[in-house]
Protein backbone atom coordinates (compact mmCIF):
# COMPACT_ATOMS: atom_id res chain seq x y z
CA UNK A 1 0.00 0.00 0.00
CA UNK A 2 3.23 1.94 0.97
CA UNK A 3 5.03 1.72 -2.44
CA UNK A 4 1.41 2.47 -4.19
CA UNK A 5 1.43 5.55 -2.26
CA UNK A 6 4.57 6.86 -2.64
CA UNK A 7 4.26 5.87 -6.89
CA UNK A 8 0.77 8.12 -7.16
CA UNK A 9 2.61 10.47 -5.06
CA UNK A 10 5.61 10.39 -7.68
CA UNK A 11 3.40 10.73 -10.74
CA UNK A 12 1.52 13.30 -9.64
CA UNK A 13 4.66 15.41 -8.76
CA UNK A 14 6.68 14.93 -12.01
CA UNK A 15 6.40 17.76 -14.62
CA UNK A 16 3.72 17.29 -17.15
CA UNK A 17 5.60 18.22 -20.56
CA UNK A 18 2.83 17.28 -22.84
CA UNK A 19 0.32 20.39 -21.65
CA UNK A 20 0.21 23.32 -22.72
CA UNK A 21 0.64 26.61 -20.96
CA UNK A 22 -1.71 29.45 -21.76
CA UNK A 23 -0.74 31.65 -23.96
CA UNK A 24 -0.70 35.72 -23.66
CA UNK A 25 -3.42 37.57 -26.21
CA UNK A 26 -1.25 39.04 -29.06
CA UNK A 27 -0.64 42.37 -28.47
CA UNK A 28 -2.77 44.95 -30.61
CA UNK A 29 0.62 45.86 -32.16
CA UNK A 30 1.37 42.18 -33.26
CA UNK A 31 -1.92 41.71 -34.77
CA UNK A 32 -1.40 44.79 -36.36
CA UNK A 33 1.77 43.44 -37.92
CA UNK A 34 0.40 40.48 -38.42
CA UNK A 35 -2.49 42.29 -40.70
CA UNK A 36 -0.31 44.59 -42.49
CA UNK A 37 1.19 42.18 -45.17
CA UNK A 38 -2.65 40.97 -45.87
CA UNK A 39 -3.81 44.14 -46.36
CA UNK A 40 -3.92 45.72 -49.59
CA UNK A 41 -6.15 48.51 -51.49
CA UNK A 42 -9.63 48.62 -50.83
CA UNK A 43 -9.16 47.96 -47.33
CA UNK A 44 -9.29 50.09 -44.03
CA UNK A 45 -7.68 50.38 -40.77
CA UNK A 46 -9.19 52.52 -38.71
CA UNK A 47 -7.94 54.36 -35.30
CA UNK A 48 -11.18 55.59 -33.43
CA UNK A 49 -12.36 57.35 -29.97
CA UNK A 50 -13.62 54.69 -27.58
CA UNK A 51 -17.68 55.50 -28.23
CA UNK A 52 -17.63 54.03 -31.98
CA UNK A 53 -19.72 51.34 -32.77
CA UNK A 54 -18.97 48.21 -32.70
CA UNK A 55 -20.27 47.44 -36.79
CA UNK A 56 -21.14 43.79 -37.55
CA UNK A 57 -20.11 43.24 -40.71
CA UNK A 58 -18.14 40.09 -41.49
CA UNK A 59 -15.68 42.02 -42.55
CA UNK A 60 -14.63 44.21 -39.67
CA UNK A 61 -12.83 43.16 -36.88
CA UNK A 62 -12.61 45.48 -34.05
CA UNK A 63 -9.76 45.76 -31.49
CA UNK A 64 -9.28 47.01 -28.29
CA UNK A 65 -6.08 49.21 -27.81
CA UNK A 66 -6.69 50.20 -24.34
CA UNK A 67 -4.03 52.97 -25.82
CA UNK A 68 -3.35 56.63 -26.76
CA UNK A 69 -4.98 57.44 -30.36
CA UNK A 70 -1.63 59.07 -31.22
CA UNK A 71 0.34 55.72 -30.52
CA UNK A 72 -2.12 53.79 -32.34
CA UNK A 73 -1.84 55.98 -35.59
CA UNK A 74 2.35 56.27 -35.50
CA UNK A 75 2.74 52.36 -34.95
CA UNK A 76 0.27 52.03 -38.00
CA UNK A 77 1.64 54.69 -39.92
CA UNK A 78 5.31 53.07 -39.70
CA UNK A 79 3.77 49.76 -40.51
CA UNK A 80 2.55 51.09 -43.81
CA UNK A 81 5.64 53.62 -44.19
CA UNK A 82 7.86 50.57 -43.79
CA UNK A 83 5.52 48.53 -46.06
CA UNK A 84 6.32 47.66 -49.65
CA UNK A 85 2.74 47.54 -50.70
CA UNK A 86 0.72 50.07 -48.99
CA UNK A 87 0.25 53.74 -49.05
CA UNK A 88 -2.43 55.44 -47.00
CA UNK A 89 -5.43 58.07 -48.34
CA UNK A 90 -6.40 59.56 -44.77
CA UNK A 91 -9.60 61.09 -43.97
CA UNK A 92 -10.47 62.45 -40.68
CA UNK A 93 -14.04 63.49 -39.22
CA UNK A 94 -14.83 67.08 -40.48
CA UNK A 95 -16.48 67.92 -37.17
CA UNK A 96 -13.15 67.79 -35.33
CA UNK A 97 -12.22 71.28 -36.14
CA UNK A 98 -15.58 72.77 -34.50
CA UNK A 99 -15.07 70.49 -31.05
CA UNK A 100 -13.92 73.07 -28.41
CA UNK A 101 -12.24 72.34 -25.52
CA UNK A 102 -15.35 73.37 -22.76
CA UNK A 103 -16.95 70.71 -24.37
CA UNK A 104 -13.72 68.30 -25.13
CA UNK A 105 -11.33 69.23 -22.20
CA UNK A 106 -7.69 68.49 -24.78
CA UNK A 107 -9.40 68.31 -28.02
CA UNK A 108 -7.03 71.44 -29.27
CA UNK A 109 -3.82 69.29 -27.99
CA UNK A 110 -4.94 66.50 -29.82
CA UNK A 111 -5.62 68.33 -32.81
CA UNK A 112 -2.15 69.62 -33.02
CA UNK A 113 -0.81 66.06 -32.22
CA UNK A 114 -2.85 64.91 -35.25
CA UNK A 115 -1.88 67.36 -37.16
CA UNK A 116 1.86 66.64 -36.59
CA UNK A 117 1.74 63.23 -36.86
CA UNK A 118 -0.11 63.54 -40.11
CA UNK A 119 2.15 66.67 -41.65
CA UNK A 120 3.85 64.01 -44.20
CA UNK A 121 0.23 62.89 -45.48
CA UNK A 122 -2.35 64.59 -47.25
CA UNK A 123 -5.32 64.26 -45.08
CA UNK A 124 -8.98 64.80 -46.35
CA UNK A 125 -11.99 65.69 -44.15
CA UNK A 126 -15.33 63.93 -44.32
CA UNK A 127 -18.34 63.96 -42.14
CA UNK A 128 -17.96 61.11 -39.85
CA UNK A 129 -21.09 59.51 -41.04
CA UNK A 130 -20.45 59.59 -44.41
CA UNK A 131 -17.18 57.73 -43.56
CA UNK A 132 -18.52 55.43 -41.18
CA UNK A 133 -21.02 54.64 -44.28
CA UNK A 134 -17.80 54.60 -46.79
CA UNK A 135 -16.22 51.95 -44.67
CA UNK A 136 -19.82 50.27 -44.17
CA UNK A 137 -19.94 49.54 -47.84
CA UNK A 138 -16.45 48.65 -48.05
CA UNK A 139 -16.80 45.81 -45.39
CA UNK A 140 -18.97 43.67 -47.52
CA UNK A 141 -16.36 43.17 -49.93
CA UNK A 142 -13.43 44.03 -48.10
CA UNK A 143 -11.29 43.29 -44.47
CA UNK A 144 -11.42 46.76 -42.30
CA UNK A 145 -9.28 46.94 -39.25
CA UNK A 146 -10.97 48.78 -36.28
CA UNK A 147 -8.60 49.62 -33.70
CA UNK A 148 -10.47 51.32 -30.66
CA UNK A 149 -8.56 53.61 -28.31
CA UNK A 150 -8.88 55.02 -24.82
CA UNK A 151 -9.67 58.59 -26.67
CA UNK A 152 -12.42 59.78 -24.95
CA UNK A 153 -12.68 62.73 -27.56
CA UNK A 154 -15.41 63.17 -30.02
CA UNK A 155 -14.67 63.00 -33.49
CA UNK A 156 -10.81 61.90 -32.85
CA UNK A 157 -11.47 58.84 -35.31
CA UNK A 158 -9.05 58.72 -38.32
CA UNK A 159 -9.91 56.91 -41.59
CA UNK A 160 -7.33 55.36 -43.34
CA UNK A 161 -8.43 53.71 -46.98
CA UNK A 162 -5.23 51.61 -48.10
CA UNK A 163 -4.18 52.03 -51.80
CA UNK A 164 -1.00 50.22 -53.90
CA UNK A 165 1.79 51.81 -52.96
CA UNK A 166 3.45 50.53 -56.49
CA UNK A 167 0.58 52.53 -58.37
CA UNK A 168 -0.12 55.97 -57.85
CA UNK A 169 -3.46 57.45 -58.48
CA UNK A 170 -2.19 59.16 -61.53
CA UNK A 171 -1.23 56.10 -62.82
CA UNK A 172 -4.38 54.64 -61.93
CA UNK A 173 -5.92 57.92 -64.32
CA UNK A 174 -3.90 57.25 -67.41
CA UNK A 175 -4.89 53.06 -67.42
CA UNK A 176 -8.42 54.37 -67.13
CA UNK A 177 -8.61 57.08 -70.09
CA UNK A 178 -6.28 54.56 -72.43
CA UNK A 179 -8.90 51.81 -71.30
CA UNK A 180 -11.61 54.35 -72.54
CA UNK A 181 -10.22 55.28 -75.90
CA UNK A 182 -8.67 51.95 -77.04
CA UNK A 183 -5.73 53.11 -77.00
CA UNK A 184 -2.61 50.52 -76.18
CA UNK A 185 0.91 51.16 -75.33
Do not use: C
Amino acid sequence: MLRKLVAVAVFLAAPVPHIARAQEPESWQAKVAHALPLLGHRNWILIVDSAYPLQRSPGIETIDTHAAPTLVLRVVLTGIENSEHLRPDIYTDAELPYVADQDAPGISQFRVNLADLLRAYPAQSQAHGKLIDMVDQDSHMFQVLVLKTNSTLPYSSVFIHLKAKYWSDEAESRLRTKMGSGTQP
